[in-house]
């Protein structure tokens, strides 16, 4: 399984970046994609979880109005749409793919990150 996340760049407060995560190779189809994220000296944090149907959805607390996650299956691919940006959003992203909810260890396979930095 590979997951290749994009779509971070540089944006303004209060702009938006849509996060993409390509995903390939033989994943079950019971799995979660999770999007999580990582500040300099913090914790990783979740942010939001998806199964590959949709059917369910699920954010954490910090980003929970201002992000929406979804799916398209004909493209393998998960997204995270993440609007009114604010400079305490800026970290490194990381899409995972596993059994799911809101711990790290709940996804067995991870992306390698895409930064996105919102200037204030």
């Known amino acids: 399984v590979q997951l290749q996340a994009s779509g971070g760049g540089l944006v303004q407060a209060g702009g938006s970046l849509r996060l993409s995560c390509a995903a390939s190779g033989r994943i079950a189809s019971s799995y979660a994609i999770g999007w999580f994220r990582q500040a300099p000296g913090k914790e990783r944090e979740f942010l939001a979880t998806i199964n590959w149907s949709g059917a369910y959805r699920y954010y954490g607390d910090s980003v929970k109005g201002r992000f929406t996650i979804s799916v398209d299956n004909a493209k393998n691919t998960v997204y995270l749409q993440t609007n009114s940006l604010k400079a305490e959003d800026t970290a490194v992203y990381y899409c995972?793919?596993?059994?799911?909810?809101?711990?790290?260890?709940?996804?067995?396979?991870w992306g390698q990150g895409t930064l996105v930095t919102v200037s204030s």
């Open positions: 995972a793919a596993g059994n799911g909810g809101y711990l790290p260890r709940g996804y067995e396979y």
